[in-house]
């Protein structure tokens, strides 16, 4: 399965930030800096984004003076990512580590971390109890875990974008990627995925439960989940 997602990924890498924009009118980026203000109390030091992809959680963190190492286990998109690392200036390719690697077998020794997170990237690993237990074991006790992931909403909303990821996405990604299957694959995934309280019952199993909290986004299509490492 993850030489599909893999193969998956670095066929729509060049496509992806573009399709991104696309699907969620730009708003991913404001999601994804909710994560950047989560981790103020922490105040800096290392940061690790697992399945970084084209980076935009670990270029964030790093604009901020984070240190961050960004892993994902696909080497096309970490090559999108390289590209804007080499056109946003010295500054920020010193604060970024790249590191091809896989989210399961996490290749960092234990507590090497301040803060590790991972922005849709958890419903696609293929274990992802075993994918906290490794972003529990690398961050230091009383570090933060903080997930981004898909969710669903209630009511209307959930009605729409229910219809609008299981029709329209994959449609787009075929008229833009070339790739149906792909932006289909990803529609399911987060159609099918554990969120809400069934999410934070799975970081709870895996011993992530100090200070849990979770926040919906928009109505609850994506979710934020985060807590300290004991
Ligand atoms: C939907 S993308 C998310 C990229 C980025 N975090 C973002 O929010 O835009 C999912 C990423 O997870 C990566 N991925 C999936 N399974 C992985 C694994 N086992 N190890 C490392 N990366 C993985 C894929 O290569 C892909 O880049």
Redesign the pocket.
Known sequence: M?KK??EM??DI?PK??LL?NIFTFGL?KKW?KELLNISTDVGGGRVL?????????ALLFAKQNYKVTA????EK?LEVLRKRVRGSGRGLAQRIEIVQ????NLPFDDNSFDIAT????IR???DPRK?LREMARVVKKGGLVLI?ETGQASGVIGMLNKFYSSCLMPLMGNLFARNYSAYKY?SDTAGNFPYGTEFTQMMRETGIEEGLQMRKVFFGVSYIYWARVS
């Open positions: 993850s997602v893999n990924f670095s890498s992806y930030d991104n991913h994804k984004d697992i399945a970084s992809g084209t980076g935009d959680i892993l994902d286990f696909s998109m690697g896989d989210a399961l991972i922005g849709y990237g696609n690993v293929d994918c981004l990803l």
